[in-house]
Structures are given as C-alpha cells and as structure tokens.
C-alpha cells in the first residue's frame, strides 16, 4: 500500500492550497512516483490539481485523482449512510494508491458541501487511507492567542478522532501575530507547529482573473501583464493632477473609458515607474479614440487596458470580494506560495516525521528539486550580467522568493528597475530592505579597480589601462571580475549573449583550476526516469586522448557532486575490439589514460551508445561489462557528434537538457542557451551556487559590492 499525508483544515479560510503545494514539492523530492487523490471534489476544474499536474509534470488526469463529487457523496451519503460513502471513497483511494510510491491527499473545503461533520469525515477517511495527517489551521483575523487556541483544539480533534497527526499549521497568520505565534511555547502539543504569515502577493488577484470575474474585454496588454498582480483598487474620477496624486504601486486604475487624460496619465506615470500600475479597466463599455489607444501602447508596452460593460459602483461590488488563486496559468504565485512555506517550515523535520524512505534512483524530478535543496544549504552570492534581460529577471525572483542564493544583476539601474516595474516584478533592491543588487558596471567605483586588475592580467597581450577600462565596462567583464576579486561566487549568463561573450572573459581572467588541463562542459540530460550526464557538447570541438580523459574525470565529479553516480561510458562508433582507425584509437587510448589516472572509477570505452545505455544491447555486446547497459556519464569523441547528440535527445525524447555547464575553471562561470527558459535560468543559477559552495578553509566570504 502507498503512504500517503492528508492536508486536512478545520474550515474555510485557511489557504491550504500553499500547504498542498508545499508538501507536494517535499514529496517529490523524496520519491519518484507521486499520486493526488482528492476524495470530494466541486463540479469543473480543480484548479489546484490543474496547478500540481502541470508543475509535477503528474500522468493522473482529474477524473483519475477524484473520488466523487460533494453532490455524489451527499447523495450517496442520504440513501446509503455515511459508511457506504467511506467504503465508496475508500475503494477509489486504493484504486489510485496502487501505482504510487506516495500519494498527497487533499481534504473537503467546507464550501457549500451539504456534508455534516466534514472534520470528522476527514478524520475517518485519514485513518482508513492509513494517512499521516497535516491539519492546517485559519488564522485570518485572529490575534496570536486566539492562532494558538485554534491550533491546541484543532490537534485534539484530529488525535481524538485516531488520527497520526505528523505536524500543525496555522496560515494566513497577520505578520507581528505570526511572530507572536511562532515564539509561543506550546509545551502540551506533542508535534510541531508552524506558523504562516499573510502573504499580501498570494491574495492580490491577477489582472487574468479580473477578466475572467467581469467578462472583460482585453484592449491592449500581453500574456505577462496580465499575470500582474493587483495591489490596490485606484477609481478615476478627478481631474488629472489629484488622480496623479492617488496612484498606488501595483493598483489597478478604474475609470470611464471617456478620461482618455486618465488613461495617458496612468500610463505615463507608469513608464516613468512613478509609480508602476497593474493595469487599467475601462468602465461603461466606453473605449477612447485609435489616437489615444497608440500613444497608450507606445507609453506602455505589455501594460492592460481593459473594457468592461458595467459602471463604476457596478465593477467595484464584482471586484471586492475577488482573491487571488493558484492556478497552472499563474507560475509566479506559485513560487511564491514555495517560498513562503519553505521559510516558515522546517521541511526537513517534517519529511522525517512523515518518514518517507529515498531511493537510490535520480530521477529529473528529485535532481532539479535537489539542486535547489543543496543551494539553499550553504547560499552563495551570484552575479547575472544581463539585467534588462525578462526571463533574467523573472528566475531572480523565483531564486530570491526560494532563497536559493542572494544576486547581484548588472545594468544600468534606471533601465533595470524600469523593466522590473514593467513586468510588475517583487524585486526590492538592498536599499529597500530586499535582497536584490543593482550594479552599473559604466559608473560602478569598481571599474577602476577592474581595469587595473585586467590590465595586470593581460599585460602580455599589450591591453593598457585606458583599454581595458573600456573593456571592463562590458557586463560579461565586469561580472567575471566580481567572480575573480570574491566579490561574488559566480556568475551565469548568456541568455542575450553568445557563448563566446560568456566564456571568453573566463578564460582570460579565472583560468583553469589545478589539475585540469582544459575547461570543459556537460549537460544533465534529465530523461522521462533518469539523468544522464554528457560531456563535452559545448566547448571543445576535436579534444586529443589526453584532453578527452580529462573530459572524463572532470565530468564524472561533476555528476558525483550532483547526485548521479558516475559509470563512464568513452562514446564511439565501436564497441570493445571490433573495430579500428584513428578516432576509435583514440578513444581507446583515453579510455586507457582514465583508468591508469583514477582506477577507482567504473568506466568502458569505445562503446557505441546503444551498448552503454540499453542492458539488452550490453549483454550481446560487452556480457559482464559494469558499465554497459547502465551508463551514467557520456563522453563524446568530438564536439560535432556531442552538440547534436544532445540536441536530438533533448527534441527527439522531449529531454529537459540542463546546461552547458562548464568545468575545469577556477571559480564557477556558466552559459546559458539564448533560448533558456525561466525555469533554466534557475536551475543553473543553483548548479553555480552548488559549484560555488565552501571547499575547507579555501574560500573567503565575498566582500560587500558596491553600487
């Protein structure tokens, strides 16, 4: 049978939904195969279902994790009692259960069930399922005394009734009570309890959502405005400069849609981020002259303008009660709703409590969960050249929301801060008691020093002072001199950048580290139910013998450090003796340099792919090889077979490819492909932070960056 946590509540209110999200990122870091089951279900979509399908990439369909709905079960429940119900819902538990390692259950709402005794229901239908339960705990509106009462008599509800109650929560906590909550000694719980603040970005609807509540219809804005979250309700009916005077950070501006200088005047003051707005609805059904609709998209690119039929009084009643959601269409509350929970839980207390067993197996999954993990462990300082950059900026709050490191972005901090107004982005900077630095490499007091530093370095090519405080004004420059002076642990770049731009400044300031002859690069291939490791697909076009066994060595303490045990598989068009020639020679020869240099790892070469990944193959092949059929770490003769290699695997088998990242340097700089998605970004931010972490008494903590 599948173990299984129920994240139950008491009643409506308590925003569960970031507890469900949170447990289910701790459970699939844990185990591979992840069930949901939602015994009682409203009628259309489960929106978070929808969110932890699409997030978990989960096969079950909504029909496949559904017990029943409310108006079943109170059906069923009127004519046949509420234990043929428990066996009814039992029964479809197991159905589900069967095909996991661990299944999430997520309890009744209290919304308009019809069901009596729904506490007691969950209760029962947890012990039955043989779940550990999670109760979460309102604590909206109420003071700190009154969250500590909740949770004592909630805890005695859920035991009384049989439950293995593994951990309390209280969410929706109001901040200083949240405070006074969490300090309380609570010396007559056995468990532990946590406490969740209000968190004024997760109930701030989207500019989606009030298009959806009114039928809007959209004028002008793109897919990311209308992800912007709404901060403050602002209604135009003033002349301009006292309208100007009411604008709020993130509100959303309702006015008729004849105040077309309400409309320029908005926008200008959001261009100028004085200050930046969610949008603008447009009331009446009334819609300002083509005129005034350009210069509007031309102020404000990506900003909403909304049309909706209603008048003001109307639109304000429809909107008052509107919250935000997490959904699949909203990623960014999500990460949110991630963040808050890890801050606020101990997860590594609470994956012991509910005890789940890892296994041996990587999967893509638990390694990009893993990274995370291992980031937030030891938090580095990284540096992102490409500030202006969207996809940049959007991975810098995931990575700050997670705390998975603390980051420095270069560029010209009008302009950057301007495009993080634009994209409605949470991103306050040191000054403003956030964790976000804005460095101008142009008028940053470093360049001075970097320029003396990098003439220094480059002194035997003839780069003079006055040259190389050009050069160092440069974003991919300046930020691998933070690397090099321990102003920052690493760097990642490329997303606007070629590689060149990114790896060429490495190699001419940090250099190679001791016993690496050359810098090279892998690639984690993470598969449908593993991660392979390749090398080299990015750097070196034709490596001789003994670069490719450093390629080797090098790669497999990449996957080491990583969580993937290494078996080397030395790739080529033949396998063992059959066949000959120069590049098989060659590949023989290094395979010969790896096992003389490091007999302690398992590796076999030549070997033609087939042979190194598939048992079938390998025991034609290679019978009795201990790589063969069960390679991890692949390394390509060439860079010519290697880039398209992992390119028709990363399109053909639908692979997440992560990388390339670089090795052999002295400090960790890492490309980005120019396609990179936000998720990418993030995922190599955090193998850099992982590459970056403390080796003994080598590495000083890096000094305070300048502005």
């Not at 701790?26 to 015994?39: A, H, N, S, W």
């Not at 919304?111 to 109760?135: I, K, S, Y």
């Not at 300031?509 to 984690?524: L, N, R």
């Not at 080529?572 to 023989?588: E, H, L, P, Q």
Request: net charge negative; proline share 5%; charged share 20%.
């Amino acid at each position: 049978m599948a173990r299984s946590v129920y994240v139950a509540g008491v009643g409506r209110g308590d925003g569960r939904q970031v507890v469900e999200l949170g447990v289910m990122e701790l459970l699939t870091r844990q185990v591979d195969r992840v069930g949901v089951f939602r015994p009682l279900a409203h009628e259309g979509v489960d929106l978070v279902f929808d969110l932890l399908r699409s997030r978990y990439r989960l096969t079950q369909t909504e029909t496949e994790a559904r017990g029943m709905t409310y108006a079943e079960a109170a059906e069923l429940q009127a004519e046949h009692g509420m234990d043929e119900l428990v066996t009814r819902l039992v029964e479809r538990y197991h159905a589900v259960a069967v095909a996991y390692e661990v299944v999430l259950v997520l309890g009744t709402d209290y919304a308009d069930t019809q069901l009596p005794a729904e506490l007691t229901l969950n209760a029962r239908l947890a012990n039955e399922f043989g779940a550990a339960v999670l109760p979460v705990v309102a604590g909206v509106g109420q003071d700190a005394d009154s969250v500590v009462a909740e949770v004592r008599n909630a805890h005695h509800a859920f035991a009384s009734l049989g439950c293995q109650v593994v951990a309390m929560i209280a969410n929706r906590v109001r901040g200083t009570d949240a405070s006074r909550a969490a300090r309380t000694p609570d010396r007559h719980l056995p468990v532990p309890v946590w406490v969740l603040p209000e968190e004024p970005a997760l109930a701030a609807p989207t500019v989606a959502q009030v298009v959806t509540a009114l039928n809007a219809e959209v004028l002008l804005g793109d897919a990311a405005g209308l992800g912007r979250d709404i901060r403050d309700f602002v209604f135009g009916g003033a002349m301009l400069p006292v309208f100007l005077t009411a604008l709020t950070e993130g509100c959303l501006v309702i006015t008729p849609g004849d105040r077309a200088d309400l409309v320029v005047g908005a926008l200008a003051a959001h261009s100028a981020s004085a200050p930046p707005i969610a949008g603008i609805l447009l009331t009446l059904g009334e819609r300002p002259g083509e005129e005034t609709m350009g210069l509007a998209a031309r102020l404000a690119p990506g900003t909403p303008v909304l049309s909706a039929a209603g008048g003001s009084f109307r639109t304000a009643t429809e909107l008052s009660g509107l919250e935000g959601k997490l959904t699949a269409t909203a990623p960014r509350k999500a990460e949110i709703a991630l963040g808050l929970f890890e801050s606020h839980v101990d997860t590594a207390a609470l994956t012991e409590r509910i005890s789940l067993v890892r296994g041996d197996r990587v999967t893509p999954m638990m390694f990009e969960h893993q990274l995370i993990e291992r980031a937030r462990g030891d938090r580095r300082h990284l540096v992102l050249p490409e500030g202006t950059e969207e996809r940049v900026l959007r991975a810098a709050e995931v990575l700050l929301r997670r705390n998975v490191c603390d980051l420095t972005v270069l560029g010209d901090e009008t302009a950057v801060r301007r495009r993080i107004a634009e994209l409605g982005l949470d991103l306050p900077s040191v000054e403003q008691g956030g964790a976000l630095r804005v460095v101008d490499p142009v008028t940053s007091p470093l360049r001075e020093r970097f320029a003396e530093v990098y003439a220094r370095l480059r002194a035997h090519r003839g780069v003079s002072f006055e040259l190389a405080h050009d050069v160092v004004a440069d974003v991919s420059y300046f930020g691998t001199l933070m690397v090099e002076e321990g102003l920052a642990d690493g760097m990642v770049s490329g997303a606007a950048h070629s590689t060149a731009a990114t790896i060429r400044p490495a190699f001419e300031v940090i250099k190679t580290s001791p016993g690496a002859s050359i810098v090279s690069s892998v690639f984690f291939m993470c598969l449908a139910d593993q991660v392979l490791v390749y090398g080299d697909c990015a750097v070196n076009p034709d490596p001789d013998a003994a670069q490719l066994a450093d390629i080797a060595i090098q790669s497999a303490a990449t996957a080491a450090r990583f969580g993937v045990v290494p078996r080397i598989a030395m790739l080529s068009y033949s396998t063992g003796t059959s066949g000959s020639g120069a590049d098989v020679d060659k590949v023989r020869e290094a395979t010969e340099l790896v096992r003389r240099l490091r007999p302690d790892l398992e590796v076999e070469g030549p070997i033609q792919y087939d042979a190194a990944v598939e048992p079938s193959v390998a025991a034609t092949k290679l019978p009795g090889s201990t790589v063969a059929g069960q390679a991890t770490v692949l390394i390509f003769p060439d860079l010519n077979t290697g880039n398209n290699t992992y390119k028709a695997v990363q399109r053909s088998a639908g692979a997440v490819a992560v990388g390339p990242v670089l090795q052999g340097l002295r400090k960790p700089v890492n490309d980005l492909s120019r396609g990179a998605l936000v998720q990418d970004i993030v995922n190599t931010v955090a193998i850099t932070a992982v590459q970056a972490r403390r080796r003994g008494q080598e590495e000083q903590v890096p000094q305070e960056v300048p502005g």
